[in-house]
């Protein structure tokens, strides 16, 4: 599991949740995390999330923080177990750094009953991916929203790459895991 | 996935992570969450967690809450990543009921520094199998430990069945969102 | 496994052998059987059997009850033996009904030596799917055909309701037969 | 998917549904079924099914035709599929050569509302297995039963070498429906 | 596995490592290995290699003899090791022939340090595809070359029915090392 | 994949092809290969390939280079390839220091054919394991054998180093090649 900060702001707009888009432009080869801040707008035709288009609910914020994983020879089922980790991880990352309570939901991180996230994964052919964005400044988004200025995180990088390395910590713990026990029988 | 806190105490051997071992005793057929109170003692030729093994580790406490879970058609990696799921949410829960500060490192949880669980997961021919404890009373426990007494949680069956409830919403939740999600091409 | 008669008439053209169309359409998420009346055109770029492509063999019946399955993680060796078992059912259910003796050939279903379906299974990156059809009424079907009404059942909704019902009991009792047996070894 | 009637009679006692009791006493390498003739009585600490130790019920007749099935790179959710495909063709079988009407309920087949066979599959660590057995002398079954002799079938090699053909002829046609289509997507 | 020598030359472009390509063109379905001679030209839009893609390096070739295969059931990994395998075979092949000493390097073969071969393996939905070429002739080759006229393969055609025959063998043989062994517990 | 060469003599009599042996007793956790030198006693019920069973052949050899690899999440059939790409390997190192030739066949290698090794790969619940062996001096073996002495490897842990260096870059490559492609459609 490797791990990138990238510096130069990104609009995120849906077609970087694509096989090999972090091979491509970043040349890191196989499992990878990477972090960049932009403007997040996906329209419905880019979403992944079906339940969203049925919804007609396009995401737009004005500027977050996002990280993108792809994984490969994982199953789209563990690929939601490690997202719904990652999302742990940020969520205990922030309470550590700023001492304010933040709720996990699933895929969705709350404060206040603000939400302050969005998150999805997903398959291609070769590989699973997830995209999950917290908003720095809640200016433009469309529902009632927490970003993480008024939480108190106000160094970014340094958040993204505390994230990214516990992240990375914890995947590899998980397949030391696999490793270490002996199989059980009737 | 089925739920059960079963009434009376049974003392956990490390002999009951076995494939069926829930359904032999409590009828529950396929997906399923067990929990039970009771005193804890693995001796190292029933561990199946080999670092323990060689470490010459064997696990004793006087009285543990104890889950149990067995799940079919889920990888080894996948089920460590659940395992880590249950071990979140179990933190979340006891920082809610108690406003105590609880730190999770992989499978491991603490208060203040002090180890309050312990956990492993498996794999059968037919199964993967976890499970996790955590002290009640910490008289007894061979590392320096701390007890759900000490931090304030008295009712261990309401504890004990909301950790379920909260993990059986997890995972129906995660397989729901590996149903909603178009797959992606380059 | 959710189960759903669509009321209105659909021409089913091949484009809806597509992932998350139950969902999308009729907002039934995860593993579901459909059950619609229409005419069926399936050209020969729509056609996901290269056999028939390679044969030239487009479909065409003016009338058919049409089923659609889509089940998430299975493979498609898997799924083909699921249709097969869907088909199977049918059989049983038509010969119960009319007393009439209908043949199961792979996927195919026959009465006096007349092909009264089609079918086809598939897959996408997400999941895998099925399309089963048999003629209401053989006019303009393009082989030498056999129909419903012609066996004597002419309650469509009804009958396809109950293959819809056993079906579902059947992929029921199979996931239960996989959790109810212990491995055997050498 | 090799074939073998066993010539002599065999007492099944439920060790023989193990991995490689074909090729170890038959020669038979790879994917295989073969039948044979012999009392059956499986005694509750050999049985697979633990629905049946639970509810305290071994298996005994006098007289059965028996099929093993072994195959490799299946799951056990394909085998159990695989076995209810071979129940179903051994119903058609019977109803063909006896004009006698037949019910199959998942696993189980039954003339007139009495029981005619048993069935189990299960899973090694290198393969799946499936063990069918029809009762051709109902005396001393445990059950309301029924028998080949009632219905009609009285040379059993005739009948088993034609459940293995046509067994063997679905395998290799449901292999071949997975290699001639497309995948589709959204 | 199917084995076919196609006679007449086919220019390959890239869009030739396609699913069903085989069966379409040629009426093999399932696992199959084809050949052909022909000049080779895949630009970048057409590379599934996305390391050739990011170093902006085409192929050409005026005439290789190509290998083409198409199995269904491995993952990519596995079709990496077959690709592994075949080039293996190839080596062995040129050097029994010729008594020169080839070179294999991961999925490149080496004549006096000069490269002889291109392969690349990749995935589809339904199935896993490789494409292997060797230099006949090696003018218009991009990167310093070698061509089988040098090292004195001159019958091409039982060059390459003899690769596809040993690799035949070598796919059946792993296959049935996979039927022969008991699996082991700790 | 982590190497070893452990440096004191070891019996191998079969036992050590089983889960966590690696890591039992040299503590590397995860996918591994080691390598030791020893005499090769594996009497029949010691042995994992049932085809020797079943031809009463036990192995015997007074003194082998032993390997034995270890690697979870790979099938059986993927890890079949790699023993073969690992009997590749050991072709070619011998080939290169030695220019004599060296004839595989599947698993086996030959000189002036005689038979100079022995393997076998096979499965556990929790991985999949290799043992590859090749005699070192060949007195007592119950075959007409060949040797490394007689071929003119005599310095054994160099050769044991290079070939556990080069697999390693195998088995590395074999991951990365499965990166680096874009999946294809029809």
Same mark, same amino acid.
């Given at each position: 599991?490797?791990?990138?900060?990238?510096?130069?702001?990104?609009?995120?707009?849906?077609?970087?949740?694509?096989?090999?888009?972090?091979?491509?432009?970043?040349?890191?080869?196989? +499992?990878?995390?990477?972090?960049?801040?932009?403007? =997040?707008? =996906?329209?419905? +035709?880019?979403?992944?999330?079906?339940? /969203?288009?049925?919804?007609?609910?396009?995401?737009?914020?004005?500027?977050?923080?996002?990280?993108?994983?792809?994984?490969?020879? =994982?199953?789209?089922?563990?690929?939601?177990?490690?997202?719904?980790?990652?999302?742990?991880?940020?969520? +205990?990352?922030?309470?550590?750094?700023?001492?304010?309570?933040?709720?996990?939901?699933?895929? /969705?991180?709350?404060?206040?009953?603000?939400?302050?996230?969005?998150?999805?994964?997903?398959?291609?052919?070769?590989?699973?991916?997830?995209? !999950?964005?917290?908003?720095?400044?809640?200016?433009?988004?469309?529902?009632?929203?927490? +970003?993480?200025?008024?939480?108190?995180?106000? /160094?970014?990088?340094?958040?993204?790459?505390?994230?990214?390395?516990?992240?990375?910590?914890?995947?590899?713990?998980?397949?030391?895991?696999?490793?270490? =026990?002996?199989?059980? !029988?009737?």
């Amino acid at each position: 599991m490797q791990t990138l900060f990238i510096e130069n702001e990104i609009k995120y707009i849906g077609s970087q949740l694509a096989p090999h888009w972090i091979y491509k432009n970043y040349k890191l080869l196989g +499992d990878a995390i990477v972090s960049f801040i932009g403007e =997040v707008e =996906v329209k419905l +035709d880019e979403m992944v999330d079906i339940e /969203d288009v049925i919804n007609n609910e396009p995401i737009y914020s004005k500027k977050m923080v996002n990280f993108i994983i792809e994984q490969f020879n =994982v199953t789209l089922e563990e690929m939601v177990c490690v997202q719904r980790l990652l999302i742990s991880i940020i969520k +205990d990352i922030i309470e550590d750094m700023t001492n304010k309570k933040i709720k996990r939901s699933g895929d /969705d991180l709350f404060f206040e009953n603000r939400k302050l996230s969005v998150s999805i994964a997903t398959q291609s052919i070769t590989s699973c991916l997830v995209h !999950t964005a917290l908003n720095i400044i809640k200016d433009g988004a469309p529902v009632s929203a927490s +970003d993480l200025s008024e939480i108190g995180i106000l /160094d970014i990088k340094a958040f993204a790459n505390r994230v990214m390395s516990e992240f990375k910590k914890e995947i590899e713990d998980i397949k030391s895991a696999t490793y270490k =026990v002996r199989g059980v !029988t009737e």
